[in-house]
């Protein structure tokens, strides 16, 4: 039965009035349905809200968490399942296919946010050779590669075991941290750098205090056994990260987990707790947050190998990181260990090799190093002097460079693609692979000389650019972490040496400068990643600048300037949306929650098994739960609740319910005139919908209609204002000092919720406004415009996505109903603005116009000193 018929039926009922305690049981099961229906709006409001921050995400240039986007999902379904409860409650067993359909979506949007996580099941522990067949799922990517390197070509690498991604989720669970973990992530506001602090040190806490199950000391402890065996005595260990979705393409989390050095076997459960524990280091988590990777999908393999106790170690480039097409093998390399050459603590030796054939050494530089990291005799490594000879002697030969460069060749081959290849080499002079991941580079020829800035305001020259690019902002020296906590948005990072613990900085640096450091450290490949212009190696001149000296960093053409310049082709940063995992599981999600289908109540296709999306149920809960209101009254035969048709001479058809004191006595059965309706927030909105006239749309010009045209086909989440009797027709629920009004003005939708009767503590107005037929840039073009505006009312107002959101609440009843009558007369003419928002001469004369005629709606004794405040007219 369609809401005519209802109507038909209600006012046709001629019944005699009913008595006393009849009147008093109807009106308390009419305010019982009130209330939930009220829920139901309520939760109509918060699913449209989270369907709307969800579309903000999606349209943003930096793509949302994975807690984001379950958290914003979760919410919505939520919120709709409640409207649907609450729908059963007003109308039980009515519409049966309902709870399928919302299941059906619900299913689907479980299956796009689902995990495509590591394996529950498996080996505990497995030796490393067997971590290339293993696969990345079980050893992680990097113990995976490198048992696959032993296997399939043959090159040295360290003997070990991998303990898997299984004991990782055994650990979890043996420990109950996971619920705990995901509280501590939804709570945290992840992009202020003093919260992520906090939250990743109580979670790492929660992994260094943690018990190792039995299960898994014994399975550790049988392969360190088989270990000792196959090595010189005395073992020690180097325990190495190697997490789920670690150095993949585009994502190496370069130095973000923890290393653990020269470990006595018997201490390995402490060392692999802290290596797990890094997995949610401050570094890797703002990297997840950056690269839109999942926190669900994080879980930490760890490698067990023998520790090489190096006579020199470093970093090989199979390709050169800032310009792929030279075709040169870059080799670093320094005393000792690679630790040195990984966390940019000193400079390095660098060679350039020519791969021929037949190879050569092409260019060499050989540096000052004054320290080498070293294995203690007990456990741990540690910074050891060097005499002056050997500080400045190569810490490679030339057969050695042309050696290596060769293997980080065979592993391009191998994995088609440039390799970052970490290596040692051992006491008996023979080189060792202990890491292989791919190189991030730029396309092949794309870093094109550049003209150089003005001479008279270069500060520095020199260097050695680990970024290409260029950017400005204010300098701000980061030496502690009471330093990152300040370090703001736009800022020129400057550091004494790229660690890896200022990684999580990047993602709102404009550049970055250091004293030391080069091109091959984890701080310098995450900077690429990022597109972040790093210029490193500066030396001691670069201390002389200040903290919040304006400066222009030119990466590429290894100098820094005075001021903020202006460098064309050197971008910081590249635009448009990135691809990432968590942004294609929310366009999944999206696709499931926003697009509405059901646009027309009254057609046939209006059923519970044409919902296909999250929004099209709220749509279809919504009007049913309005008819249903209406048709109680009307099987009750109660017409002092019935709906009535407001009698007013407007473009537009207004129904009325009222919902208790919202009428007077003397009002009609059928149709309500004003003076019939003792709501004061209604009169205040009509008011303002009425007292200056409406002129019709805006002039369009030719690109104006064709953007309207074009949105109108192709947009499937914009629904047609034209279709069926009902499509223009709008509601008000009313009580004495309540109103909520739900209004369809052809393509733009509004609703409005105010109390204005009580104390001021329980005054509030609530105002949404979305929809317009004209392109997207024009219509966030008038949402701006807009929440300019309502700002300018004094109402807290936000844009999430397609959607304007404000709110208001603890005035007088008197500035609370000022404030309807001004949203009125906004809902009334800010429709078809979209229209002129690529014209600004159009758009100023509308400035002006609204603001004149705000200020001339406000009651004299609350006029202000000043207007409206809009953008034309604000303070620069």
């Not at 009312?793 to 959607?803: H, P, Q, R, S, T």
Request: aromatic share 6%; with cysteine; net charge negative.
């Amino acid at each position: 039965m369609n809401l005519t018929e209802h109507f038909r039926r209600w006012f046709a009922a001629r019944a005699p009035a009913p008595d006393r305690e009849m009147v008093r049981r109807l009106r308390a099961e009419f305010s019982a349905r009130y209330s939930c229906f009220q829920d139901l709006l309520s939760a109509n409001q918060r699913a449209l809200e989270a369907i709307a921050e969800m579309e903000q995400a999606d349209a943003g240039a930096h793509s949302p968490g994975m807690s984001f986007v379950r958290g914003r999902a979760t919410a919505t379904v939520v919120s709709v399942f409640r409207m649907i409860q609450g729908l059963e409650a007003l109308a039980p067993d009515r519409y049966p296919g309902l709870a399928a359909s919302f299941g059906a979506v619900r299913r689907e949007i479980e299956k796009a946010l689902g995990p495509s996580a590591p394996p529950l099941d498996g080996p505990l522990a497995l030796p490393l050779g067997k971590g290339g067949s293993a696969g990345e799922a079980l050893a992680g990517p990097k113990m995976a590669s490198l048992g696959a390197l032993a296997a399939g070509l043959g090159l040295p690498v360290p003997p070990g075991l991998v303990i898997t991604t299984v004991a990782y989720r055994r650990l979890v669970e043996h420990n109950q941290l996971s619920e705990e973990i995901a509280r501590l992530l939804q709570t945290a506001d992840l992009e202020h750098t003093d919260s992520l602090l906090a939250v990743c040190s109580k979670i790492q806490g929660l992994f260094t205090g943690a018990h190792i199950p039995p299960q898994l000391a014994e399975a550790v402890d049988q392969g360190l056994a088989a270990l000792k065996d196959e090595t010189p005595a005395p073992l020690r260990l180097a325990l190495r990260s190697s997490a789920w979705g670690e150095d993949a393409p585009g994502a190496s989390f370069a130095g973000q987990f923890d290393s653990e050095l020269n470990v006595d076997p018997a201490h390995w459960a402490e060392a692999y707790l802290a290596v797990t524990a890094s997995l949610y280091s401050p570094a890797a988590v703002a990297y997840r947050l950056r690269m839109g990777l999942r926190d669900e999908d994080a879980a930490m393999a760890v490698g067990c190998l023998a520790m090489i106790d190096a006579r020199s170690g470093g970093v090989a480039y199979s390709a050169d990181p800032l310009d792929p097409g030279r075709g040169r093998v870059l080799v670093n390399s320094c005393w000792g260990l690679p630790k040195a050459v990984v966390d940019g603590t000193w400079d390095c030796d660098q060679f350039e090799v020519e791969p021929g054939p037949p190879p050569r050494l092409a260019a060499s530089r050989v540096a000052e190093k004054p320290r080498r990291y070293v294995c203690q005799p007990e456990e741990g490594v540690l910074p050891a002097p060097l005499d002056q000879e050997q500080a400045s002697a190569p810490s490679l030969s030339e057969g050695q460079a042309l050696e290596l460069a060769g293997m980080a060749l065979r592993l391009q081959e191998h994995y088609g693609g440039p390799q970052d290849v970490e290596w040692a080499l051992d006491r008996g002079g023979r080189l060792i692979i202990l890491q292989c991941r791919p190189l991030p580079c730029p396309a092949a020829g794309s870093q094109t000389a550049l003209p150089a800035g003005p001479a008279e305001k270069r500060l520095l020259a020199g260097g050695v650019c680990a970024s290409p690019g260029a950017g400005a902002g204010p300098l701000r020296w980061v030496l502690t972490g009471g330093d990152a906590v300040a370090f703001a948005e736009g800022e020129v990072l400057a550091v004494e040496q790229p660690l890896p613990r200022w990684a999580p900085l990047l993602s709102r640096a404009a550049a970055m400068l250091s004293v030391r450091g080069g091109v091959a450290g984890h701080l310098a490949s995450v900077a690429r990643e990022f597109a972040v212009p790093a210029l490193l190696g500066l030396g001691p001149p670069v201390r002389e600048l200040p903290s919040g000296r304006p400066v222009t960093v030119d990466a590429t053409g290894r100098a820094v300037y005075r001021g903020l310049l202006s460098l064309p082709g050197r971008e910081a940063a590249p635009q448009g949306r990135p691809d990432t995992p968590t942004r294609r599981v929310l366009a999944k999600v999206l696709a499931l929650c926003a697009p509405l289908n059901l646009v027309d109540p009254e057609g046939p296709g209006f059923t519970p098994s044409a919902c296909r999306t999250l929004h099209d149920l709220t749509r279809f809960c919504h009007q049913k739960a309005v008819e249903e209101m209406f048709s109680q009254a009307a099987q009750e035969h109660f017409p002092l609740h019935a709906a009535r048709q407001l009698h007013y001479q407007v473009p537009m058809q207004w129904w009325v319910l009222d919902l208790g004191g919202g009428l007077r006595p003397e009002a009609g059965d059928k149709y309500v005139r004003l003076e019939d309706i003792a709501c004061a927030p209604f009169h205040a909105l009509w008011e303002g919908l009425t007292e200056v006239a409406w002129d019709g749309p805006p002039a369009m010009d030719a690109a104006g209609m064709a953007s309207v045209m074009f949105s109108a086909t192709a947009n499937p989440r914009l629904g047609s204002g034209a279709k069926g009797r009902l499509a223009e027709r709008n509601y008000f629920l009313l009580t004495g000092s309540f109103m909520n009004m739900q209004s369809q003005l052809g393509f733009h939708f509004s609703s409005l919720e105010a109390e204005a009767g009580g104390p001021p503590e329980g005054n509030f107005v609530c105002f949404c406004f979305r929809g317009g037929a004209a392109d997207a840039p024009r219509r966030r073009a008038r949402l701006a415009f807009l929440e300019e505006v309502l700002a300018g009312l004094g109402m807290e107002a936000v844009i999430k996505g397609e959607a304007l959101l404000a709110r208001a609440e603890g005035m007088e009843a008197a500035e609370t109903l000022a404030l309807v009558k001004g949203l009125g007369y906004l809902t009334m003419h800010a429709r078809q603005l979209d229209m002129i928002m690529a014209r600004p001469e159009r758009v100023d004369m509308y400035r002006a116009k609204i603001a004149a005629d705000l200020a001339s709606l406000r009651p004299p004794e609350l006029a202000r000193d000043e207007k409206p405040s809009l953008a034309g007219e604000q303070d620069v």
